[in-house]
């Protein structure tokens, strides 16, 4: 497959991964929307080119909600989605795990997850949870309030580093969490301990829960910033499935590295541009806001074979 098929194949997931989420959505009355159409482009990459993962003989089906860790019960996680257990495989760590959906969306659409998993979601007493913890599909660690998935990340890039192992830690953050503390030690100590082995892809949307990221708390300059910390750092178009691709292929040094994505948060769906400046979640005022959001999604699925 040349460059340009798959191009066009990454980005027929990346449209099939926001058609799936808006299905959701409008069937529920609710859902995080908005992450789907930032960061649907940087999940295809990830999954179709970037991650170096164990193959799968077939889509998983995912499972029961087990229980707590404890005496006699070990943890049980989403590793499984990953093919993981390689020395030489990557691990993906999901910071925002409000992101879980788009995450259970690309694993339908790259064979990883049985599609029939979808109909679990946010289901009493199933691992395929709204917000994702260690035991969903595809997550490898609960990353509790957001900003402590890189810490987490970290420390497993830190071990596998000790054990000599040829896979990477590879992360995915959303820009709000970016302004806590913990992000920022966790920076200053990746780089002291020469995590190259670290990719870091940042979906930087420009909002968060309360608004724009600017009038909440500003994080530009947000490059220099990382670079002065000690990091190898780019800054992209987050929906140039190339360049995403490009970044994550080259050869890693001996610090870690981060991609910073800049995104629209209503990239694919302009109907949500009417909800400035509160994307974090969709919930619907009424029926004719729903119906509306339901036409749409009737008109891109004829578009998104």
């Not at 990883?112 to 490898?140: F, L, T």
């Not at 995915?172 to 002291?192: H, I, K, P, T």
């Amino acid at each position: 497959m040349n460059e340009q098929q798959w191009r066009d194949e990454a980005q027929h997931i990346a449209d099939r991964i926001r058609l799936r989420v808006l299905q959701n959505t409008v069937s529920r009355n609710g859902g995080y929307l908005s992450q789907a159409c930032s960061s649907a482009e940087i999940f295809s990459a990830l999954y179709t080119r970037i991650l170096r993962l164990n193959e799968l003989n077939a889509p998983l089906m995912p499972g029961d909600f087990t229980g707590t860790p404890g005496p006699g019960h070990p943890a049980v996680t989403g590793a499984a989605f990953n093919g993981a257990g390689r020395s030489d495989c990557d691990n993906f760590i999901l910071s925002p795990a409000q992101y879980a959906l788009v995450l259970y969306a690309t694993l339908v659409e790259t064979g990883r997850m049985d599609p029939r998993g979808m109909a679990r979601y946010d289901q009493d007493g199933s691992a395929v949870e709204m917000i994702g913890a260690e035991h969903s599909p595809g997550m490898e660690v609960t990353t509790g309030s957001l900003g402590q998935g890189i810490s987490q990340a970290a420390g497993i890039a830190f071990a596998r580093r000790q054990r000599g192992d040829q896979g990477r830690v590879v992360l995915l953050m959303s820009d709000g969490e970016c302004q806590s503390g913990e992000f920022w030690e966790a920076v200053q100590a990746m780089s002291y301990h020469k995590l190259g082995n670290m990719l870091i892809y940042v979906d930087v949307n420009g909002y968060q829960c309360d608004g724009k990221m600017t009038s909440v708390m500003n994080l530009e300059p947000f490059h220099d910033r990382l670079t002065a910390f000690g990091a190898r750092v780019y800054r992209i178009d987050g929906h140039d499935l190339l360049k995403l691709a490009e970044l994550g292929l080259q050869p890693a040094c001996n610090v870690p590295t981060f991609v910073l994505c800049d995104t629209d948060p209503c990239h694919g769906l302009p109907i949500l541009k009417g909800r400035y400046p509160k994307f974090h979640y969709v919930r619907f005022a009424s029926e004719v806001e729903r119906a509306a959001y339901a036409a749409v999604y009737q008109e891109m699925a004829k578009e998104v074979s």
